[in-house]
């Protein structure tokens, strides 16, 4: 796998495999006037950014009759010139065309996300920008999306620039530091550099402090049902989902596994978890479902507990997380007890309504109450790069409180600028690139 090899045009189908109305390959290349000369059998230069109709030939034999526009690099997606065709569905055309195209000696098949590569290798587009490209075809939620878009418009490379910026200046101010006379005030000098990593620290920790909102906002707010066996979880968390994903018994000890479905609420992405009932049991499946029950208490966000009586009550205060639980008498028909914020009953739907309203109440106070910062949204790449970076600052603020001379403080900051790079540029660092680009889809 090599991105940097960009000498080769490059050519996959764009649209996801399958049967359906249209496919498009795209091309990318440096100069792709000939080729286009070539596949439409014209003589003329092409029509940059427009799309006509067009017969398509691979070598002399005509394959489709389709769509194909032409876009003049540097306008174009990737910065070369880029060729598209939109040929008739279901994969046989499409894949005729492409195998036609990959036999002529510079044209290769592109590698997952090679376009979007390139499109970064020619300054079209930073790596941040690149990543949510990836992150909003893979999105499945309104805020998901989003928050995608921001930062494809550069909202976090944007910040990322403004922390740079401020590394370099702090780097330069470094070196002036060496040239002045060492009996000007030095130990002012340090004083300001320091000033200047605090703000930068601020800074840093300002984009970091997103990173529980964007887990958030990546893998969604998971919400369990906990409660004895046979309270009725499975029932509520299908009336919920509007489908029978769980099974329902009388039988105590029904669910013996996690069973997990998405809804969306808010724009937010919810995952309902339903466990098996929790008591103590001699039966070693029942059991081993039982341990997984209280993994997915410590990872839910919200936990909806379902009791029959006060008992109940007393189990879940043992459970010691109050701040995300919600809970609720369940078989209210049937039941009857004080100290539960809500009553509900399947049978005749009594409850439902409270509980939606309850549980937005505790997203919107997961995703926008004041201890969370919902400015940024950062992938785990981003926030291992940057909190690598606080780290170092950290390190460099505590040498110059000690006895280093400042020309190697100097030198620290100056690899600091470099590990900026990392996150919105890291040309010619190989593993970071092919890590990045290889997990979007091909065409893209
Ligand atoms: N009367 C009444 N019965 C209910 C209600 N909700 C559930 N049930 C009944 O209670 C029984 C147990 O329901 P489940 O949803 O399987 O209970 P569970 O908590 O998932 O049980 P386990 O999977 O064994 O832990 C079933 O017979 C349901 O029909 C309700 O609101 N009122
Ligand atoms: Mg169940």
């Known amino acids: 796998m090599n991105y940097l090899n960009t000498e080769n045009i490059i ?149 990322i620039k403004e922390i740079k910026t401020k590394i370099i200046t702090t780097s ?50 998971r919400v369990a049902f906990f409660g004895r066996p046979n309270v009725g979880k499975s029932t509520l968390f299908n009336s919920l989902l509007g489908y029978d994903r769980s099974i329902v018994s009388s039988v105590s000890g029904t669910t013996r596994d996690v069973i997990e479905a998405s809804l969306e609420m808010g724009g937010h992405s919810i995952k309902l978890i339903d466990t098996a009932g929790y008591r103590n049991t001699s039966d070693q499946i029942e059991a081993l479902g039982i341990n997984k029950t209280k993994k997915e208490v410590d990872k839910a966000d919200i936990l909806i507990c379902l009791g029959e009586n006060k008992e109940d009550l007393s189990l879940f205060s043992e459970l010691m997380v109050e701040k995300k639980m919600i809970t609720v008498l369940s078989k209210c028909d049937i039941n009857k007890c004080a100290g539960y914020d809500l009553l509900i009953s399947s049978v005749d739907g009594l409850g439902f309504k409270s509980l939606l309203t309850e549980l937005s109440t505790k997203i919107i106070q997961i995703t926008s109450s004041k201890s969370i910062n919902a400015e940024y949204y950062i992938n785990d790449r981003q ?62």
Do not use: W
């Open 383 to 444: 926030q291992e790069v940057l909190s690598r970076l606080l780290k170092n600052v950290g390190s460099v603020k505590k040498q110059l409180g000690g006895t280093v001379a400042l020309d190697i403080i100097s030198e620290y900051i100056k690899k600091i600028v470099d590990d900026v790079d990392e996150i919105v540029n890291p040309i010619g660092r190989e593993e970071i690139i092919n890590n990045i680009f290889s997990s979007f889809c091909v065409g893209k």
């Open 172 to 221: 330069s101010f470094c070196e002036y530091g060496l040239d002045v006379d060492e009996n000007e005030d030095s130990e002012s000098i340090l004083m300001q550099i320091n000033d200047m990593l605090i703000e930068i620290e601020g800074l840093l920790n300002g984009v970091l402090s997103c990173n529980l909102y964007s887990k958030v906002v990546e893998r969604g707010i």
């Open 11 to 159: 050519v996959a189908q764009c649209t996801a495999e399958g049967y359906g109305a249209i496919n498009i390959i795209r091309i990318s290349g440096a100069s792709l006037g000939g080729l286009y000369r070539k596949i439409v059998k014209e003589k003329g230069r092409p029509r940059p950014n427009s799309i006509l109709f067009k017969s398509i030939y691979i070598k002399d034999e005509k394959v489709d009759d389709a769509m194909i526009s032409f876009f003049k690099g540097p306008k174009s997606f990737t910065g070369e010139d880029v060729i598209e065709i939109n040929c008739h569905g279901g994969d046989f055309i499409a894949k005729k065309i492409i195998r036609g195209l990959s036999k002529i000696k510079e044209i290769r098949h592109a590698l997952p996300g090679e376009f979007s590569f390139r499109a970064y290798y020619n300054g079209k587009i930073d790596v941040i920008q690149a990543e949510s490209i990836n992150s909003l075809i893979k999105s499945q939620t309104n805020v998901h999306a989003n928050k995608s878009m921001e930062n494809i418009d550069g909202q976090l490379s944007r910040k």
